[in-house]
């Protein structure tokens, strides 16, 4: 079956705009991940859904990100007043509600702030 | 902030060698998981490894697992140039509310055909 799958691939965007990136997970998987990776902080964990219950925001970086995950399925990550600091890969990633189950990520979206 | 450590951070060898990346963490976890990556995207997953579970195959793949001295490595024989890729290790906590995934440093493998 599809993978999980992300857009853009890449995006150029000027410091001061928002950006909005979306993921869209395996079908079937409850369990939702951002994460993040840039060359100065390496990969770190942004933001999780599962199911209905209240997200764990714990990894965002500031109140300029947000996340939301609509139908239990496509989520989108936004970024308001980007930074040239915002610029990283951020990646998505999905699986099983089962604790301990393996993450399936998507290739991820370049996003660089000028 | 990240789990632990890497190393080494770069390694490079021969094709038909032997790879050996090591992983240290910090704090009890439920699972290790090792991933590959290849020119800086997407993540593919390699091996799970329980925190019970003290050694795992598959396929060119072995995995061992130390809790004691809270460390783990991943062995890739026979390697092959199709190999090259950065290598991370990542753990999920036990406990926690959530499954999110606290990564290492990476290991940067390049195999010289």
């Known amino acids: 079956g599809a993978g999980v799958s992300q857009s853009p691939s890449n995006k150029v965007t000027e410091k001061g705009k928002d950006v909005e990136l979306r993921c869209d997970p395996i079908?079937?998987?409850?369990?939702l991940y951002w994460y993040r990776q840039s060359l100065g902080q390496g990969l770190e964990f942004l933001i999780y859904?599962?199911?209905?219950?209240?997200?764990?925001k714990s990894g965002l970086p500031s109140d300029r990100f947000s996340a939301e995950r609509t139908g239990g399925s496509v989520s989108t990550l936004t970024i308001q007043r980007t930074q040239q600091e915002d610029s990283a890969v951020y990646l998505c990633?999905?699986?099983?509600?089962?604790?301990?189950?393996?993450?399936?990520f998507g290739p991820g979206t370049r996003l660089l702030v000028l | 902030s990240q789990q632990g450590e890497e190393d080494p951070q770069a390694l490079s060898i021969q094709e038909g060698e032997n790879a050996t990346m090591n992983c240290s963490y910090k704090?009890?976890?439920?699972?290790l998981q090792w991933y590959r990556q290849n020119s800086g995207r997407g993540l593919v997953h390699l091996i799970l490894?329980?925190?019970?579970?003290r050694e795992k195959h598959s396929g060119r793949l072995r995995v061992t697992l130390d809790t004691s001295k809270k460390s783990s490595s991943l062995l890739i024989t026979a390697s092959r140039a199709a190999d090259t890729a950065s290598y991370f290790c990542?753990?999920?906590?036990?406990?926690?509310?959530?499954?999110?995934?606290?990564f290492g440093t990476g290991t940067l493998l390049a195999v010289q055909p």
């Open positions: 990633a999905s699986s099983l509600a089962r604790s301990g189950e393996t993450q399936y």
């Open positions: 079908s079937g998987h409850t369990a």
């Open positions: 859904f599962q199911g209905n219950s209240a997200p764990d």
């Open positions: 704090t009890s976890i439920n699972n």
């Open positions: 490894i329980r925190s019970n579970e």
């Open positions: 990542a753990t999920v906590l036990i406990g926690g509310a959530t499954n999110k995934l606290i």
